[in-house]
């Protein structure tokens, strides 16, 4: 599987791409029909300290893609709540394609 990552008002940082994939892959492992995924690292200017870091993920499967974001406080925690998000509807997909 293929990352790609893009970042808006956010420096690149390996640690952060180590994190991205480590959920990632671990999410390839468990669903095999993922093709690529798209990472976007943003940040916001806002007033509220609980919200500014956007991380969106867009993983690219057969026939369609899925799409999960999340604003938080911190890149971490938003890159934890997308990657659930997304985790979720995996499973969705995974068990409408096994009803076919």
Known sequence: MHINFEYKDVSAS???EKMVAERLNKLEDKYDFIVTCDVYLKKE???SPQTGFICEIRIHVPGTSLFAGSNNGSLE???AKAAS???SQLHRKKGKMQMH
């Open 14 to 16: 390996k640690r952060l």
């Open 77 to 79: 925690a938003s890159i």
């Open 85 to 87: 998000d997304v985790r």
């Open 45 to 47: 200017n806002t007033s």
